[in-house]
């Protein structure tokens, strides 16, 4: 890379013979002080805030920056005395720095030819401090000043350069850094600030601005950084205190959480012993421990995760409070929520748990129900449970929330779909089975009433012992009616609450699995896939249940069998295995068959819906014949083996319909000479053998045939493997990064989209600060958009490392970096929907937030000039709309959560120049890191640092400037523009 080189080389000639090389390690620290300055020439120092009482550090560290090679580092004034606070550098193995003195970088700032190194250096170390101040997260808020004005500056506005370091002189009038009321600034002299700072005034200012490089001498410049070293140590022991009184206030919540609990235990280890204490039937404790002292939303949703079996986990703490809390939990629990509308007498049927919160005081509260028709409100602060009457209802806001629970994060098979989806419904198994056994246990009444009847009521001419027996069967039917009814609602509730819990958590898997999965199916073919889950369950919670409960009454009827006569009983059991041998055999044959229909039937999905997303493009190519042969040549094929399947299926129906009247035949020739014998085989006892016979036969037939209907679900399971399989893209395993302050680094990253394909990227390195505009350029194919889909972790490189805030990329939660980015992609689309929904997105963002977006995108005229403004709606695609406002519309959407790190990719290329310098302008003002991929000279022109890609490495790096001084690469592909 050229530019590092030259950049290296400058550096070593200007402070060629200051000083000799010192190396440092993780062994030896060294405080920053005194007047001095040092030049890290190789590795890298990390630099912590320490207490320092004399020579001697005399508490822990606090990390505040990292320092790589090429970095100055100035020391902090030497005359402090007492307990203070210092600045620790710790170098990594085989880091050397150079020192230099304040006499020296004095000589050097004078000299015309080194003087810019010097200052840009000196520039550098404001910035970092800067960012120290701030905490590393920019505001977009203030107005720019720049070198070279007098500022008259009133009360509570704030102040703030847009690029580089400025130096601020106030010749009347005081200021505060960053709106701190510690971090006063008076008329002392020049103060430098970044733009990752702001001043704000305090009354009726006036300031002067200046650059490094046009400050007054008389040791302004040094009395400036001394200055702001005292203002960041003063701020650092602020923080201190803070983060001690912030640790000191969770430890003492916590020992009260134990407390509580530990008291709880005891209280309910007392009342086993003796009468517990009676509570008010309409105020009464959950049972729930609603851990006091945490956050009552968190409460809530502990308490609701308690009902649904779903573990929650507190969201990470960060600087800002969360803009939607709840969404901050779900993404921390991994789970996926939903608002519901809470309708009148909602409490009065089974809907499970909800989230909600009280009208009056926006207060969370957990709607729990406790039976199929009735509900408590809990209270997570005090504990207390009420039932829910039409009076409590009346105060809880209708619009709660559900909590989804995903699938366990490993790949899946059928029994752990099953497993799961009957995890909610364990009461209800139990009384299908219950009621199975009950009434198979009923249906051998009936046989034995018949042998009852023929053999001593009717020879006896027993009229009243016959009314009482058919009274009984009466009883006995009703009863079967009534338990088949029970059987029946148990099963419509665990149908209910199985597909809700699978096809939910099927598209939170299908969401949750990495980019890569998606490049092996169409849109249609995986809506297929997925869909075919639910099939999977509506096959077996039907044929399953049938398969099941005539099982089990024809196992209590065969049982009967053995009763009656042994030797008829072994040849219905040879009839009911010929009958099963042959059910299955035709069986296998189907899922053949259903096998190739459910292949033709999700890459057909996938086909025609790429016919339908390509109406206007089949048009204009004439190509709908060519389009309607494929679909028929694919839909044809379906019929044929469809037809097939139905013919086997029919062939099954034919025998089953035929069969038991050929067995009634074979049973009928094996009991004519037993009714003759005298071992006392009575006429009576053969009609209950075939009344319990042909109960057996038809319940196994059932089963059967059920059995059968099972095995069309293998085919769709098979077909939604690859859903099942893959694990989820964020795993419990991967760290939150936590909040971002917007520094990227890529670090030699060799990347390709195939193990055997050529190097995509190959050994690319690239390190963007925090509020910095980098683009990356070069011919088409070099890599660049790959570049940012393994920044946005798309793709995961195959050697070499993506770090956040110095956070290695493959170990962080993916979803929660990119949920801190704002992105638009080359092939970017619109959702159909209104303009405003395309704006806010997920983000929860309101209309006056998304009309500022649209504002910083420079869309803002153009809505109004739409007849339903921000409620216009917009195609799928956003094919109503010309190609520059879909582009604005997509960077409003980037843009409108205020995010730390922007990544555009050629997404201004339809933008004139006038609205490119709009939306430029904008995102200076936002103060985000910016990332752009673009080849138009205006789009680039203003960017801090260019990247020249070819072949996948970078070959030139500088500015816009430097670029075309060099007569590289860059220049060839910028002069052809300009020609």
Not at 94 to 106: C, F
Not at 690 to 700: I, P, R, S, V
Not at 764 to 784: H, N, T
Not at 852 to 861: D, T
């Amino acid at each position: 890379m050229n530019a590092p080189t030259e950049v290296a080389v400058a550096r070593e000639a200007t402070f060629a013979h200051t000083g000799s090389l010192i190396h440092v390690g993780n062994d030896s620290p060294f405080l920053l002080r005194g007047d001095q300055a040092w030049l890290v020439e190789t590795g890298r120092l990390d630099v912590f805030a320490v207490p320092v009482d004399g020579q001697r550090i005399v508490g822990g560290r606090q990390h505040l920056f990292r320092a790589e090679a090429g970095r100055l580092l100035v020391g902090l004034p030497g005359n402090q005395t007492g307990r203070h606070v210092g600045l620790l550098a710790v170098g990594a193995p085989g880091t050397q720095v150079r020192p230099v003195s304040r006499e020296r970088l004095d000589e050097l700032v004078r000299d015309p030819d080194r003087g810019q190194l010097v200052h840009a250096l000196l520039d550098d170390w404001i910035d970092i401090l800067c960012m120290s101040l701030s905490g590393g997260v920019p505001t977009e808020e203030g107005q720019e000043i720049r070198a070279g004005e007098t500022v008259d500056a009133p009360p509570g506005a704030r102040f703030r350069p847009r690029r580089g370091v400025v130096w601020v002189k106030h010749d009347s009038g005081e200021s505060l850094l960053l709106g701190e009321s510690e971090l006063e600034i008076n008329g002392f002299g020049y103060m430098p600030i970044s733009r990752r700072a702001w001043i704000e005034p305090q009354s009726d200012s006036s300031l002067r601005v200046a650059d490094t490089r046009s400050l007054p001498g008389d040791g302004e410049l040094w009395n400036g950084l001394d200055e702001l070293h005292r203002l960041l140590l003063r701020r650092t022991r602020t923080l201190d205190a803070q983060r001690s009184d912030a640790e000191r206030e969770r430890l003492t919540q916590r020992s009260q959480t134990r407390d509580h609990v530990f008291r709880e235990a005891c209280t309910r280890l007392a009342h086993t012993l003796g009468t517990p204490s009676q509570q008010l039937p309409e105020e009464q404790d959950t049972g729930l421990d609603p851990l006091a002292g945490t956050d009552p939303l968190l409460a809530a949703c502990r308490l609701v995760g308690q009902a649904a079996d779903i573990t929650i986990q507190a969201p990470p703490a960060r600087g800002a409070p969360p803009r939607d809390p709840l969404a901050a939990i779900a993404r921390a629990s991994r789970i996926r929520t939903r608002q519901v509308l809470l309708r009148h007498g909602w409490w009065k049927q089974d809907g499970g748990p909800f989230v909600a919160t009280l009208l009056e005081t926006d207060q969370p509260v957990a709607l729990l129900p406790v039976s199929a028709n009735a509900y408590a409100l809990h209270d997570p602060e005090t504990g207390k449970q009420t039932p829910v009457t039409e009076e409590i209802a009346a105060r809880v806001d209708p619009r709660a929330h559900m909590l989804y629970r995903p699938f366990p994060e490993k790949k899946l098979g059928i029994r752990d779909v099953i497993t799961f989806g009957l995890s909610a419904s364990r009461r209800d198994t139990l009384m299908v089975l219950l009621m199975a056994v009950v009434t198979g246990l009923l249906g051998l009444v009936t046989p034995l009433a018949t042998g009852k009847i023929f053999n001593d009521i009717i020879p006896a001419a027993e009229r009243s012992g016959l009314m009482q027996m058919c009274f009984g069967l009466v009883v006995i039917a009703v009863a079967t009616a009534v338990f088949e009814l029970l059987r029946a609602i148990a099963l419509v509730r665990i149908e209910g609450r199985m597909g809700t819990l699978t096809q939910s958590a099927v598209w939170d898997r299908l969401l949750a699995l990495p980019t890569a999965f998606f490049r092996t199916f169409t849109a249609g073919d995986l809506a297929t896939r997925a869909m075919g889950i639910d099939g999977i369950r509506q096959v077996l919670s039907a044929a399953t249940v049938r398969a099941l409960l005539g099982s089990i009454f024809a196992g209590f009827q065969f049982l009967l069998l053995f009763h009656y006569n042994v030797r008829l009983a072994l040849w219905s059991a040879l009839l009911i295995a010929i009958a099963i041998a042959i059910a299955g055999l035709t069986s296998r044959f189907q899922m053949n068959s259903e096998r190739i229909v459910a292949s033709i039937r999700t890459r057909l999905a996938g086909t025609v819906l790429q016919f339908l997303s390509s109406i206007s493009k089949l048009k204009v190519a004439g190509a709908e014949p060519q389009a309607f042969a494929i679909w028929a040549r694919s839909f044809g094929h379906q019929r044929r083996v469809q037809l097939r399947v139905r013919t086997i299926a029919n062939v099954l129906a034919a025998f089953n319909a035929g069969y038991p009247t050929a067995t009634f035949a074979v049973l009928y020739a094996m009991a004519l000479p037993l009714l003759g014998e005298a071992d006392g085989f009575r006429t009576g006892d053969f009609l209950a053998f075939m009344a319990a016979y042909t109960t057996c036969l038809n319940g196994m037939l059932a089963a059967t045939g059920a059995l059968a209907s099972t095995l069309t679900a293998i085919p769709l399971y098979e077909q939604a493997q690859p859903i099942l399989h893959g694990l989820p893209e964020v795993r419990t395993d991967k760290a939150d990064p936590g909040e971002l302050t917007g520094s990227v680094e890529i670090q030699h990253v060799r990347f390709r989209y195939h193990p055997d394909g050529p190097w995509v990227l190959n050994d690319m390195s690239v390190e963007v600060r925090p509020g910095e505009y980098v683009a990356f350029v070069g011919p088409s194919g070099s890599g660049k958009s790959t570049a940012l889909r393994l920044l946005l972790g798309f793709e995961e490189p195959e050697s070499g490392a993506i770090y956040y805030d110095g956070q290695d990329l493959s170990g962080l939660d993916a979803s929660a970096v990119r949920g801190q980015i704002g992105v638009v992609l080359q092939n970017g689309r619109l959702m159909a929907g209104d303009i405003f929904t395309n704006i806010a997105g997920s983000s929860n963002a309101t209309l006056d937030e998304a009309w500022n977006a649209a504002e910083m995108a420079g869309l803002a005229a153009d809505i109004r000039a739409m007849p339903m403004g921000m409620h216009t709606m917009v195609t799928d695609g956003g094919g109503t709309l010309s190609g520059g406002q879909r582009q604005r519309l997509m960077i409003a959407r980037a843009i409108v959560g205020r995010p730390r790190l922007v990544y555009l990719d050629e997404a201004t290329s339809a933008l004139d120049n006038r609205t490119q310098a709009t939306v430029r302008e904008s995102l200076d003002r936002l103060q985000a890191t910016r990332i752009v991929v673009a080849h138009r000279l205006s789009t680039v022109e203003h960017a801090d640092r260019i990247y020249v890609i070819e072949r996948g490495a970078v070959v030139e790096v500088g500015d816009f400037d430097e670029l075309m001084a060099r007569d590289g690469l860059f220049a060839t592909l910028a002069r052809r523009q300009m020609a």
